[in-house]
């Protein structure tokens, strides 16, 4: 099991900054690429940055050139920078990760693991 823990939601006023974190553990597992999604009420997750395991990165139309995706030497931390917030970014934020496990057999499987989700609210 890969479990996540996300925390750095809040509320905050629009112009600000937030940062996400979101911390991975587990035995056995290697991380082949984390990212930050968003739900609006009714609407499916939506990708906000990715980043692989070997640096690369993607956004959003909707959030590039505000907000920044980096991770630790380990790949066992993904954070979410966000500057110049804006009411339209209030949403459920979800850290994802694809992972990779070796059994004691030496199988190896791959799983998708969600964050427990954390608020972000951008309001005066």
């Known amino acids: 099991q890969v479990q996540l823990v996300e925390s750095g939601g809040g509320l905050v006023q629009p112009g600000g900054s937030l940062r996400l974190s979101c911390a991975a553990s587990?035995?056995?597992?290697?991380?082949?690429?984390m990212g930050w999604y968003r739900q609006f009420p009714g609407n499916q997750r939506e990708l906000v940055a990715g980043?692989?395991?070997?640096?690369?990165?993607n956004y959003s139309d909707s959030v590039k050139g505000r907000f920044t995706i980096s991770r630790d030497g380990a790949m066992n931390t993904v954070y979410l920078q966000m500057n110049s917030l804006i009411p339209e970014d209030t949403a459920v934020y979800y850290c994802?990760?694809?992972?990779?496990?070796?059994?004691?057999?030496?199988?190896?499987?791959?799983?998708?693991?969600w964050g427990q989700g954390t608020q972000v609210t951008v309001s005066s």
């Open positions: 994802k990760v694809d992972w990779e496990r070796t059994t004691y057999s030496g199988r190896r499987f791959g799983g998708v693991t």
């Open positions: 587990g035995s056995d597992f290697r991380i082949n690429g």
């Open positions: 980043i692989a395991s070997g640096g690369s990165t």
